[in-house]
């Protein structure tokens, strides 16, 4: 059981590169998450998916695109990275839709971007 | 605007030291309030979860309180030990907020001195 995983770890693009963010959880959970974590900004929300099929947006949706594949994979993608966007990206998984849920949210352990 | 803060951004202590963290929340309607512990370099683990209908939770040297009329919560931990050396944060799920939305604070870095 490995819980949330993440690829790539590490990741340096160019300004103006695309790139997809993977990440597969192995837990069944229905909800999936996307987070940005910036110096001083703490963790926010770039989107969600409440369960298969259905995506929406978070706090920070801007110059981001995700995709639910399956129930397992959630993935993220930078059509045209900036700088701006260097980053630690987190994505987190969750039983239950939404924030009703008496569950807690599963995290991977992340992808480290930079943007030149 | 819905915010959580968390005092002091930093904290050291000797081992073996009892300690608070504290979080606070600016709006008392709430589904319920996580706090998570992050390792360097790593993701975060949840730590404890409370419902906006209880007070409080434990899970070993951990104590976690929650006092929704005042917006605060504080995370206990008994005894402390090296290996509780990481950075702890605070997350509430806001009434209002869109599905799935946890709002973090920026977190306290703790350093528990041998």
């Known amino acids: 059981n490995a819980g949330v995983t993440q690829t790539p770890k590490f990741q340096v693009l160019k300004t103006g590169q695309s790139m997809t963010l993977q990440c597969a959880q192995d837990?069944?959970?229905?909800?999936m998450y996307w987070y940005r974590q910036d110096p001083g900004m703490g963790l926010r929300l770039i989107y969600y998916?409440?369960?298969?099929?259905?995506?929406d947006k978070g706090e920070v949706p801007n110059g981001y695109n995700v995709s639910r594949l399956n129930k397992r994979e959630f993935s993220l993608r930078l059509e045209s990275a900036a700088p701006s966007q260097t980053s630690v990206y987190f994505c987190?998984?969750?039983?239950?839709?939404?924030?009703?849920?008496?569950?807690?949210?599963?995290f991977g352990p992340g992808t480290r971007l930079t943007v030149l | 605007k819905q915010e959580v803060t968390q005092i002091p951004a930093a904290l050291s202590v000797p081992e073996g030291e009892n300690l608070v963290l504290n979080c606070s929340f600016t709006?008392?309607?709430?589904?319920?309030l996580q706090w998570f512990r992050q390792d360097p370099g790593k993701g975060l683990t949840s730590l404890l979860l409370?419902?906006?209908?209880?007070r409080e939770q434990t899970s070993g040297r951990l104590n976690a309180s929650l006092d929704k009329s005042s917006g605060r919560s504080t995370l206990y931990i008994a005894a402390s030990q090296p290996g509780d050396s990481a950075t702890y944060l605070c997350?509430?799920?806001?009434?209002?907020?869109?599905?799935?939305?946890?709002?973090f604070g920026k977190g306290t870095k703790l350093s528990v001195k041998p």
């Open positions: 987190a998984s969750s039983v239950l839709a939404g924030v009703y849920n008496t569950d807690t949210q599963y």
């Open positions: 837990m069944n959970h229905n909800s």
């Open positions: 998916s409440a369960s298969e099929g259905t995506t």
């Open positions: 709006d008392s309607a709430i589904y319920n």
């Open positions: 409370i419902q906006s209908s209880q």
């Open positions: 997350a509430v799920a806001f009434y209002g907020g869109s599905q799935g939305n946890l709002i």
